[in-house]
C-alpha cells in the first residue's frame, strides 16, 4: 500500500463541519433562541438550552450537494408529564413563539423545525433548526421527548421516554483516548459522506446517527506504532468497521413471515430502539449490498501501490471532496541519473 | 502487475507500460531483440516504487535476434528529458529487454553486465531493476549497488 493516509486527512478537512468554525450557523442558532426566549407564552416556568445532534458530538459533515445545513437544539422544560399531558401543548409553546417571525416554521412529529434560505453568495445552501421538547421535571427522575404534530389525537402523539444528554456523552466519550477518539470521529464522518453520496434521495436512507451509533459497538482504532507514537490507518480502521457492520447482519422473519437480512443498531439511552426498524427488507438488503462494495473499493485501494491510482479508487466511493494527486505529487524528488554503457543478449 | 520488494514494500509496473512490454515479444522466428531503461516514481511516505514508462528501441540501437545494445547518448537524453520535465519525480529504475523464450532467465552475459551497471551508473537509488521480457512471461529482478548482489522477484498476489 502507498501510505493513503495523508489524503484521508485531506478528505476530513474539506467534509468536517464544527459549529464554532462556522459562524452563520452559529449566528442563526442564536438568532432563533433569541427570539424563542422573547416571544414564548410561558410564564409559568423555563426550560434548559440543550445543544445536541451531530456538531455537538463532533461528527458533523458539510451537507452534500443540495443539502440543508441542520442545527439541533433540545429544549428541556422543567414541566412533569403529569402536568402537561399533551406533549403537543408543550410543542405549541415553541411553535407559536416563532412562527409569526419565521413563516417556514412547521410541527413535525419528532420536532419543531424552522427552515432558511442561504443569504450567503458563496453558498446559498439553506439551513434548518430542529428544536426537540423535552420534559424534564418527572417525579420519575427521567427525561421525555415530545412527540406528535398540530391536531394529533391522542394515538398520534406520545410523550417519550429520552435520555438526549446521555446519548450525546456516550458518543463523544466514546474510547478514553483521545487520538483514537479523533479517529472515530474522521471515520465516521467518512462514512456519513458515503452514505449522502450512496443513498442519494433514497428514501428511508441509514441516518447518520444510526451510523454513528453502529461505531460504538463495531468500531476499533486501527493504528501501528513507530517507537511510541502511534500511525495511524483511516483506511484499515474504516474497512474493518464496515466488515464488522457486515458481520452483523442476522436473518429474522418479518411481520409478513419472510425472512430478512437486517442490521440491529440499538440506541444506547432510552428508548433503546432500533434505530433502523423503519428501514423495509429491500431497503436493508440495499443497505448492504452497498456496504459490500464499499468494503471492496477499500481492499482495492490498499492493494494498489500506485496513490494516485488509489486515490482515483476512492474518489469514485467519496465523492469529489477526497483528493486525487497528480503523478508528480504522489512522488519523491531525486537527483539525476547519469547511465552506463551497457548490453544485453 | 505488482513484485514484493519488502515486507511493506511493492514494485508495480503499470498497466500502460505492460502494453508496450507486448508489443516488442519476441513472437516471430526472425523478430529481433528489443531493450532500453525503465523509468518511474519513489512513492512518498512509502518504500513504494511505480515503473510508469520505458524508452523504447531507437534508430541507433544495434538490435540482433539475441542481442541488443542501446545507443547510451540518445536514451540518455530522452531520460533528462523526462527527469527535467516531470521536476525531478520521474527517475531511472534500471534496464529491460526481450528474449526469444517463453519464461526468460538472464544469460551469463546479462549479469555481468546487470553488475556493471549497479557499479557505474550515478543515481540517488540504492535499487535498481533488470527486467526480461519473455513471450510468455515478465521476468523480474532487483539489484543492489552497496553490494552488487541481483536477486529475483516474486510477484506479489493479493
Ligand atoms: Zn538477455
Redesign the interface.
Known amino acids: 500500500?502507498?501510505?493513503l493516509q495523508?489524503y484521508f486527512l485531506s478528505f476530513h478537512d474539506a467534509i468536517k463541519l464544527e459549529i464554532d468554525d462556522n459562524k452563520v450557523l452559529r449566528e442563526k442558532r442564536e438568532e432563533l433562541l433569541d427570539v424563542l426566549k422573547e416571544n414564548i407564552d410561558f410564564e409559568e416556568g423555563k426550560y434548559d438550552i440543550f445543544h445536541q445532534g451531530s456538531y455537538t458530538m463532533h461528527t458533523g459533515v458539510k451537507p452534500f450537494e443540495d443539502g440543508d445545513y441542520d442545527i439541533d437544539v433540545g429544549l428541556l422544560f422543567n414541566i412533569s408529564t403529569v402536568d402537561y399531558p399533551n406533549p403537543v401543548t408543550t410543542k405549541k409553546l415553541v411553535y407559536n413563539a416563532l412562527k409569526d417571525d419565521y413563516e417556514n416554521t412547521e410541527m413535525k412529529y419528532p420536532c419543531v423545525t424552522v427552515k432558511f434560505e442561504g443569504e450567503d453568495d458563496e453558498d446559498d445552501r439553506n439551513y434548518h433548526v430542529d428544536f426537540t421538547i423535552y420534559s424534564n421535571e418527572n417525579i420519575d427522575g427521567q427525561t421525555y421527548l415530545a412527540k406528535g404534530k398540530l391536531g394529533s389525537g391522542s394515538d398520534n402523539r406520545t410523550w417519550e421516554h429520552s435520555d438526549p444528554k446521555e446519548l450525546v456523552r456516550t458518543i463523544k466519550e466514546n474510547l478514553t483516548d483521545s487520538e483514537d477518539r479523533k479517529q472515530f470521529r474522521r471515520v465516521i464522518r467518512y462514512l456519513k459522506r458515503w452514505k449522502d453520496l450512496k443513498f442519494k434521495s433514497v428514501v428511508n436512507r441509514p441516518s447518520g446517527i444510526g451510523l454513528t451509533v453502529a461505531g460504538l459497538t463495531h468500531f476499533y482504532p486501527h493504528f501501528s506504532y513507530n517507537a511510541f507514537t502511534k500511525i495511524y490507518d483511516d483506511l484499515d480502521a474504516l474497512e474493518s468497521f464496515v466488515q464488522n457492520m457486515i458481520n452483523s447482519f442476522s436473518c429474522r422473519i418479518n411481520d409478513d413471515g419472510e425472512w430478512e437480512d437486517r442490521l440491529e443498531v440499538n440506541l444506547p439511552t432510552p428508548p433503546y430502539n432500533d434505530i433502523y426498524e423503519k428501514m423495509t427488507g429491500s431497503q436493508m438488503k440495499n443497505f448492504k449490498l452497498k456496504l459490500e462494495s464499499l468494503r471492496d473499493s477499500l481492499k482495492e485501494a490498499r492493494?494498489e501501490?500506485?496513490?494516485v491510482k488509489a486515490c482515483e479508487i476512492l474518489q469514485k466511493v467519496f465523492g469529489q471532496d477526497f483528493p486525487v494527486p497528480t503523478?508528480?505529487?504522489?512522488?519523491?524528488?531525486?537527483?539525476?541519473?547519469?547511465?552506463?554503457?551497457?548490453?544485453?543478449? | 502487475m505488482?513484485f514484493i520488494l519488502g515486507p511493506t514494500s511493492?514494485?508495480?509496473i503499470?498497466d500502460e507500460v505492460i502494453e508496450r512490454f507486448r508489443v516488442y515479444r519476441q513472437l516471430e522466428s526472425t523478430a529481433t531483440?528489443a531493450?532500453g531503461?525503465l523509468m518511474g516514481?519513489?512513492?512518498?511516505?512509502?518504500d513504494?516504487i511505480?515503473i510508469?514508462l520505458i524508452t523504447e528501441p531507437t534508430e541507433k540501437d544495434?538490435r540482433k535476434r539475441?542481442?541488443?545494445?542501446k545507443h547510451?547518448e540518445t536514451?540518455?537524453d530522452l531520460?533528462?528529458e523526462i527527469?527535467e520535465e516531470?521536476?525531478?519525480?520521474?527517475?531511472?529504475l534500471g534496464?529491460w529487454?526481450t528474449h526469444p523464450e517463453k519464461h526468460p532467465s538472464p544469460?551469463f552475459?546479462?549479469r555481468r553486465?546487470?553488475k556493471?551497471?549497479l557499479r557505474?551508473?550515478?543515481?540517488?537509488?540504492s535499487l535498481l531493476f533488470f527486467f526480461i521480457i519473455g513471450t510468455e512471461s515478465i521476468g523480474a529482478w532487483v539489484g543492489n549497488r552497496r553490494n552488487v548482489k541481483i536477486n529475483k522477484l516474486e510477484v506479489w498476489n493479493?
Open positions: 500500500m502507498g501510505n495523508s492493494d501501490a500506485d496513490p503523478k508528480k505529487e504522489s512522488a519523491q524528488q531525486r537527483g539525476p541519473a547519469i547511465m552506463v554503457d551497457n548490453s544485453s543478449a | 505488482i511493492k514494485l508495480k503499470n531483440e531493450g531503461v516514481r519513489f512513492i512518498e511516505d512509502s513504494d511505480i510508469d544495434i539475441c542481442f541488443f545494445k547510451l536514451h540518455q531520460v533528462d527527469w516531470s521536476d525531478g519525480t520521474f527517475n531511472y534496464e529487454h544469460s552475459h546479462d553486465e546487470w556493471k551497471v557505474k551508473t550515478q543515481c540517488e537509488s493479493k
